[in-house]
Every structure is written in C-alpha cells, then in structure tokens.
C-alpha cells in the first residue's frame, strides 16, 4: 500500500524545545516537501529537497531544519528558534520532471505547552 | 500582492447545487495547474490536474483553465454533504525536478443536506 506517513499525528512542545516530525514514503518519488499552514494562510513552504543529501530553503525556512540521508525519509525538525510553531505540517513528494503533482501525508498539528 | 488569488469563502450551498470555485494568478510562467480537496484536520487529496487551457472532466468535476484571463476554475455538479471540504487551487511553472507550487489561501464549502 503505496503513500506518505507522518507521525505523530499531535505533538506538544515545551518551550526551548526542539522537536522533530517524521515523513516517509514508499512511491519512489526523488522531491520531498515540508509546508506549514495555518488558518487563513494557505500552504506555506518550509523546505524542500529534490533529491538525497540535498535540500533548499523555502519562503519561512527560519526556525527549522531538514535532512535528506534517504530518499524515502525527510524529517522535520521545529528548533527553539521557531516563536511560533503552533500550526498543522504538512509533508509531500512528487516524483521527477513530467508529474509536477504532489501528493500529501496525513498531517502533524504541533502544538506549544 | 499575493500570485495567487482564491476567495476564502465560507461558501455554503444545498444539495444538488452546482458549485464554482475559482483562482486568479499573477505570474504567466504557470502552466500546470491543480485542484486539491481537504477534509478537516487531514492532508490535502490531489483532485484534478491541467496543463493547457480548456476544460477537464472527471466525474462531476470539471477544471476550467483560462490562460489568457489567468484566471482557473473548478465547477462541481450534483454537489453532495461528502463534498464539504476545503478546496486549494495550485500552480507551478514546472519543467524542473521537483517543481514548487504556489497554493491559493483555500475556499470552505459546505454543501447542506
């Protein structure tokens, strides 16, 4: 049964806290996406990574981390320089040039203690 | 000003209706456009996916693109309480391994027995 994980599906932060989310996929996609939303804001891009070991910034990168050692595994981590994590996160991938869909995990919603 | 432009909503119709939803965009290198559906608290499902100008049909949706106004549409027959979602357009220039795509806020439906 083919698709994306993510766990846990809630996580709770303590302040100064670093906390890391979980994605994997099982299609074979080479890009990998993390997006932020919040209510009223649509998807915003976290970082993205077209390919192992490598990975780009996207437009609110500041206050996360990603690492990219497998092509199936793309973990988000939240650092304590992020003031305000408290949102829903979301993971993608896509596979290469010719399908430009992404397709979507379940979700992680974040919330501060 | 935002690259693309989607009416938040709440939009609250009965059954039976037919729906439209739509997106507008500033930048001209979008090609390839989608149409995602979210429940509450899940990820987003991918629903239908265009690249040139023109109507798409699959079911009782139908996808409308239309490059030169940019301007891209979702229109929903028959609609049903199981099609109460959020609906994000999202667009992309493509033509690159992993392309990024550029999501509208979302349009709240809810279609009421």
């Known amino acids: 049964d083919g698709g994306i994980t993510q766990s846990p599906k809630y996580l709770f932060r303590k302040e100064g806290q670093n906390v890391t989310l979980s994605c994997e996929q099982n299609l074979n996609h080479d890009a990998m996406y993390w997006y932020r939303q919040d209510p009223g804001q649509g998807l915003r891009l976290i970082y993205y990574?077209?390919?192992?070991?490598?990975?780009q910034k996207g437009d609110i990168a500041e206050g996360y981390s990603v690492s990219r050692e497998k092509k199936e595994s793309f973990p988000l981590t939240v650092t304590s320089a992020q003031k305000n994590p408290t949102a829903f996160y979301l993971c993608a991938s896509s596979s290469v040039v010719g399908q430009e869909t992404q397709y979507f995990g379940p979700g992680t919603r974040l919330l501060v203690l | 000003q935002k690259e693309v432009e989607q009416d938040p909503g709440p939009l609250s119709v009965p059954e039976g209706a037919i729906v439209s939803l739509n997106c507008t965009y500033s930048?001209?290198?979008?090609?390839?456009f989608m149409w995602y559906r979210q429940y509450s608290r899940k990820g987003p499902e991918l629903l239908m996916y265009t690249y040139s100008s023109g109507n798409k049909e699959d079911g009782r949706f139908t996808a409308q693109v239309d490059k030169s106004s940019k301007y891209i549409s979702l229109f929903i027959r028959d609609s049903q309480p199981s099609d109460s979602a959020t609906y994000l357009c999202a667009m992309t220039q493509g033509g690159g391994r992993g392309s990024r795509l550029t999501f509208g806020e979302g349009t709240q439906l809810t279609v009421n027995p």
């Open positions: 930048n001209s290198a979008f090609q390839y």
């Open positions: 990574s077209q390919i192992v070991n490598d990975f």
